[in-house]
């Protein structure tokens, strides 16, 4: 069983939709959470971090961390067409030196 | 602020050359930086990581003689793919990871990759 598993989607919404990417975790030691957005031939941009559970939200996005069933999701409201990525969640355990575990992606397509 | 870069952003070489690419935490310092190889259409996949002033561990399969890593400062780390070959070809991204008791937060912040052709 993987670390973390995300569906690779392609997902595809029209403009405007509200979006849900999700991934779920098996390590009950992770406590930092990430979501990055990648851009087709880009390095990944960190959109959106959590610490332990609880939301966040950011301008139109929203991330959200349930912990005790080891789930996380990213809201995505009034999708736009430049939303159009892959969008890559990631974990780690605390301490400085371990290691950082990244979902396979999942690739959003908003459609004008 | 968080930013990273990498140098060169592509590169082409002949087969059997040795490529260097750079990578700098402009406006942090780094003690871990991690090196990724992403093929089309796929995920990130982690190749070394490495902490400044020692050596870089690497991922099992990752040759560590032909993907060189040097971690010379707090904020720059290159990796050197020798004697390339068309196989090397790909996406090399890095990231950087500030230190967490200089009350940084516990992620990564990637560079914009660098895209190698080995002819």
């Known amino acids: 069983q993987k670390e973390v598993e995300q569906d690779p989607g392609p997902l595809s919404v029209p403009e405007g939709a509200i979006v849900s990417l999700n991934c779920t975790y098996s390590?009950?030691?992770?406590?930092?959470f990430m979501w990055y957005r990648q851009y087709s031939r880009k390095g990944p941009e960190l959109l959106m971090y959590?610490?332990?559970?609880g939301n966040k939200e950011d301008g139109r996005f929203t991330a959200q961390v349930d912990k005790s069933s080891k789930y996380i999701s990213l809201f995505i409201r009034d999708s736009q067409p430049s939303d159009s990525a892959t969008y890559l969640c990631a974990m780690s355990a605390s301490g400085n030196f371990n290691k950082f575990y990244f979902g396979s992606g999942t690739k959003l397509n908003v459609k004008p | 602020g968080a930013v990273v870069s990498q140098h060169p952003s592509r590169v082409i070489c002949k087969s059997g050359t040795s490529v260097k690419i750079e990578c700098r935490s402009l406006d942090f310092q780094a003690t871990t930086m991690f090196w990724y190889r992403q093929f089309p259409k796929q995920s990130l996949m982690l190749m070394a990581t490495?902490?400044?002033?020692?050596?870089?561990?690497?991922e099992q399969g990752v040759e560590k003689d032909k993907f060189l890593i040097n971690h010379a400062s707090l904020t720059l780390s290159t990796l050197t793919v020798t004697s390339a070959h068309p196989e090397d070809s790909s996406f090399y991204i890095c990231?950087?990871?500030?230190?967490?008791?200089?009350?940084?937060?516990?992620?990564?912040?990637f560079g914009p990759g660098t895209r190698l052709t080995v002819l």
């Open positions: 490495s902490n400044e002033g020692s050596k870089a561990t690497y």
């Open positions: 390590n009950s030691a992770f406590q930092y």
């Open positions: 959590t610490y332990s559970s």
């Open positions: 990231s950087a990871r500030p230190h967490l008791l200089a009350g940084g937060t516990d992620t990564q912040y």
